[in-house]
Nanobody, 121 residues
Framework: QVQLMESGGGLVQPGGSLRLSCAAS????????MGWYRQAPGKQRELVATLTRGRSTQYADSIKGRFTISRDNAENTVALQMNSLKPEDTAVYYC???????????????WGQGTLVTVSS
Protein backbone atom coordinates (compact mmCIF):
# COMPACT_ATOMS: atom_id res chain seq x y z
CA GLN A 1 0.00 0.00 0.00
CA VAL A 2 1.31 3.45 -0.94
CA GLN A 3 -0.06 6.56 0.72
CA LEU A 4 0.40 10.30 0.27
CA MET A 5 0.47 12.77 3.12
CA GLU A 6 0.15 16.49 2.46
CA SER A 7 0.97 19.47 4.63
CA GLY A 8 1.32 23.22 4.38
CA GLY A 9 -2.11 24.61 3.62
CA GLY A 10 -3.67 27.51 5.47
CA LEU A 11 -4.87 31.09 5.29
CA VAL A 12 -2.76 33.70 3.52
CA GLN A 13 -3.34 37.26 2.37
CA PRO A 14 -3.38 38.13 -1.33
CA GLY A 15 0.17 38.51 -2.58
CA GLY A 16 1.50 36.15 0.06
CA SER A 17 3.22 32.79 -0.24
CA LEU A 18 2.65 29.24 0.91
CA ARG A 19 4.55 26.02 0.42
CA LEU A 20 2.75 22.71 0.16
CA SER A 21 4.55 19.43 0.75
CA CYS A 22 3.61 15.85 0.04
CA ALA A 23 5.37 12.63 0.98
CA ALA A 24 4.74 9.14 -0.31
CA SER A 25 5.12 6.22 2.07
CA UNK A 26 4.89 2.48 1.74
CA UNK A 27 7.13 -0.34 0.64
CA UNK A 28 8.40 -1.85 -2.60
CA UNK A 29 7.40 0.97 -4.88
CA UNK A 30 8.69 3.72 -7.11
CA UNK A 31 6.95 6.95 -7.99
CA UNK A 32 6.78 8.17 -11.57
CA UNK A 33 4.89 11.41 -12.04
CA MET A 34 3.97 13.49 -8.99
CA GLY A 35 1.80 16.54 -9.06
CA TRP A 36 -0.75 18.84 -7.56
CA TYR A 37 -4.39 19.39 -8.44
CA ARG A 38 -6.93 21.71 -6.88
CA GLN A 39 -10.66 21.96 -6.52
CA ALA A 40 -12.37 25.23 -5.76
CA PRO A 41 -15.92 25.32 -4.35
CA GLY A 42 -18.44 24.50 -7.05
CA LYS A 43 -15.76 23.70 -9.62
CA GLN A 44 -14.16 20.61 -11.04
CA ARG A 45 -10.77 19.41 -9.94
CA GLU A 46 -8.05 20.86 -12.15
CA LEU A 47 -4.39 20.28 -12.76
CA VAL A 48 -2.01 22.74 -11.13
CA ALA A 49 1.41 21.27 -11.86
CA THR A 50 3.09 17.93 -12.49
CA LEU A 51 6.70 16.78 -12.47
CA THR A 52 7.93 13.52 -13.92
CA ARG A 53 10.73 11.44 -12.48
CA GLY A 54 12.84 12.73 -15.35
CA ARG A 55 12.15 16.36 -14.28
CA SER A 56 9.70 17.32 -17.04
CA THR A 57 7.16 19.83 -15.77
CA GLN A 58 3.67 20.87 -16.72
CA TYR A 59 1.93 23.93 -15.29
CA ALA A 60 -1.58 25.30 -15.59
CA ASP A 61 -1.61 28.62 -17.43
CA SER A 62 -3.28 30.34 -14.48
CA ILE A 63 -0.30 29.74 -12.16
CA LYS A 64 2.68 29.98 -14.50
CA GLY A 65 5.34 32.28 -13.14
CA ARG A 66 3.87 32.18 -9.65
CA PHE A 67 4.02 28.52 -8.59
CA THR A 68 7.00 26.17 -8.74
CA ILE A 69 6.89 22.40 -8.36
CA SER A 70 9.87 20.43 -7.13
CA ARG A 71 10.55 16.90 -5.96
CA ASP A 72 13.08 14.70 -4.26
CA ASN A 73 13.10 11.32 -5.96
CA ALA A 74 15.13 9.69 -3.21
CA GLU A 75 12.72 10.83 -0.50
CA ASN A 76 9.55 10.43 -2.62
CA THR A 77 8.42 13.94 -1.83
CA VAL A 78 6.99 16.72 -3.93
CA ALA A 79 6.52 20.37 -3.03
CA LEU A 80 4.60 23.29 -4.48
CA GLN A 81 5.92 26.77 -3.78
CA MET A 82 3.11 29.24 -4.29
CA ASN A 83 3.95 32.93 -4.57
CA SER A 84 1.88 35.99 -5.40
CA LEU A 85 -1.26 34.19 -4.30
CA LYS A 86 -4.62 35.46 -5.47
CA PRO A 87 -8.11 34.95 -4.05
CA GLU A 88 -8.90 32.77 -7.06
CA ASP A 89 -6.20 30.34 -5.90
CA THR A 90 -8.44 29.42 -2.97
CA ALA A 91 -9.12 25.70 -3.19
CA VAL A 92 -8.43 22.31 -1.71
CA TYR A 93 -5.09 21.18 -3.10
CA TYR A 94 -4.53 17.50 -3.70
CA CYS A 95 -1.25 15.68 -4.12
CA UNK A 96 -1.24 13.04 -6.85
CA UNK A 97 1.23 10.35 -7.78
CA UNK A 98 1.61 7.53 -10.25
CA UNK A 99 3.24 4.59 -8.53
CA UNK A 100 4.59 1.23 -9.56
CA UNK A 101 4.36 -1.38 -6.82
CA UNK A 102 6.43 -4.55 -6.90
CA UNK A 103 5.54 -7.95 -5.45
CA UNK A 104 2.88 -8.20 -6.64
CA UNK A 105 3.46 -5.91 -9.59
CA UNK A 106 0.81 -3.25 -10.19
CA UNK A 107 0.44 0.37 -11.11
CA UNK A 108 -1.53 2.81 -9.00
CA UNK A 109 -2.79 6.36 -9.15
CA UNK A 110 -2.78 7.74 -5.63
CA TRP A 111 -4.39 10.84 -4.14
CA GLY A 112 -3.72 12.62 -0.91
CA GLN A 113 -6.50 13.70 1.40
CA GLY A 114 -6.25 17.34 0.34
CA THR A 115 -5.16 20.48 2.10
CA LEU A 116 -7.13 23.73 2.11
CA VAL A 117 -5.54 26.92 0.86
CA THR A 118 -7.49 30.10 1.50
CA VAL A 119 -6.34 33.41 0.03
CA SER A 120 -8.20 36.25 1.64
CA SER A 121 -7.63 39.58 3.31
Amino acid sequence: QVQLMESGGGLVQPGGSLRLSCAASGSNFIINTMGWYRQAPGKQRELVATLTRGRSTQYADSIKGRFTISRDNAENTVALQMNSLKPEDTAVYYCNAGAVVFSPFKTLEIWGQGTLVTVSS
